[in-house]
């Protein structure tokens, strides 16, 4: 079984960056698609950005565009979130996840299909 620990949250002024990692401990983490999800208070959790297995194929929610950027390191094990031009309306627990199969792309795991691994999440916090 995999073990995802998340990692780099914290408070940060409107404008600022932050990189969030995510490592994993356990199967073979290079096999498998990994995105990021966050959860604002109140709110459901939603997909921000996914990666596949390679590294060369990835997808993006449209208020991520442009100021998120996702990209892994399978030798470290670990992928990470770059987030430049933070937005208050950023402010939320994230989380990586990865999905229960190796077939499941990047496509599959932002709409939620085959999940099953979660992290414990980071908390990110934009201040205006």
């Known amino acids: 079984q995999v073990q995802l620990v998340e990692s780099g949250g914290g408070l940060v002024q409107a404008g600022g960056s932050l990189r969030l990692s995510c490592a994993a401990y356990g199967r073979t983490f290079s096999s498998f698609t990994i995105a990021w999800f966050r959860q604002a208070p109140g709110t459901e959790r939603d997909a921000v950005a996914a990666i596949n297995r390679s590294g060369d194929t990835t997808v993006y929610v449209d208020s991520a565009k442009g100021r998120f950027t996702i990209s892994r390191d399978n030798a470290k094990n670990t992928v990470y979130l770059q987030m430049n031009n933070l937005k208050p309306e950023d402010t939320a627990v994230y989380y990586c996840?990865?999905?229960?199969?190796?077939?499941?792309?990047?496509?599959?795991?932002?709409?939620?299909?085959?999940?099953?691994?979660w992290g414990q999440g980071t908390l990110v916090t934009v201040s205006s």
């Open positions: 996840t990865a999905p229960s199969t190796v077939v499941a792309g990047p496509e599959d795991v932002m709409r939620n299909r085959y999940l099953e691994v």
